[in-house]
C-alpha cells in the first residue's frame, strides 16, 4: 500500500467533495463497514473508476493517525499561487475581497478559515510560508471542499504582499485590539478590501501591522477579549459581506 505521490485526505466528506471535483486518485475504504455514507461513498467511487482498495481499520490507521471514518483517499498535488501571479491577478479583479492570514500555525484553524472564506465569497486568500500551517489532510477536512474552490496564493514576504494589494487600490484593514483600531461595525468595508488576521496568540506581527491601512477590532459584550482566529474571521468577512450587501440595495 503506497502513498508515496499526491496528498492524503481522509473522511467521507472530504473525500465525496474531492471525488465531486474530479481529484481523486487512490482510495483506501474500510472492508467490514456497514455505514450507509461509507457504503454509498464505495459505490461512487466504483462507479467513477477510482481504484479503490478494501483494507483493514488497522491498515487504515497506518495510512492515517486522524479519525478517518474508515476511508483515507489520495488526492492531486495542491499547487498554491505565488507573490508573482498575485500582483498579475490583482490587475484583472474589481472590487475584491481578499483574506490575508499571518502566521496562523493551527491546520485546524487554517481549514476553518479557509471554509469561511469560501462561504463569504472571498476572491483570493494570502498566507505566507515560514511560520504558519501548510494545507494537510486536516486542513482538508476542517475547510470541507473549500480549498478545491478557493484561489489560494503562498507569499514568502507577506508585508511585501500588502504593499503589492496596496498598490492596486484594495484597503487592507488588519484586525488588532490597540487604542487606534476602529470598531469593526463601525467601519466602512464597502469597497476593494483585503481582511488580515493573525497568529493564534500573538495577532498581527509588527511590521505586518504597521503596513495596514486601518485596523479594525469586533467589540466584546464580556469578560473575554478576544475571539479563535477562525471564528473571529467568519465574523468580520461576514459583516464585510453583509455592507456590500446593503450597498448593492441603495439606489
Known sequence: MSAETGRLIFGIHATELALKAGEVQEVWIQQDSRNQRLLRLRQQLEQSGVTCHAVTTKELDRLCAERHQGVVARIQNLTL????????????WQDPLLLVLDCIEDPRNLGACLRSADAAGVTAVVFSKDKAASITAVTHKTAAGAVEHLEIFQVTNLVRA???????????????????????????????????????GKGLRHLVKQ??????????????????????????????LRQRRWQAKDP
Request: glycine share 8%.
Open 81 to 92: 499561487k505565488t507573490e508573482k501571479q498575485l500582483k498579475a491577478r490583482l490587475a484583472e
Open 162 to 200: 500588502i504593499e503589492a494589494i496596496k498598490a492596486a487600490g484594495v484597503w487592507v484593514y488588519g484586525t488588532a485590539l490597540e487604542a487606534d483600531s476602529r470598531n469593526l461595525y463601525r467601519s466602512d468595508l464597502t469597497g476593494p478590501v483585503a481582511i488580515v488576521m493573525g497568529n493564534e
Open 211 to 240: 503596513s495596514c491601512d486601518h485596523l479594525i477590532h469586533i467589540p466584546m459584550q464580556g469578560e473575554v477579549q478576544s475571539l479563535n482566529v477562525a471564528v473571529a474571521t467568519g465574523v468580520t468577512l461576514f459583516e464585510v
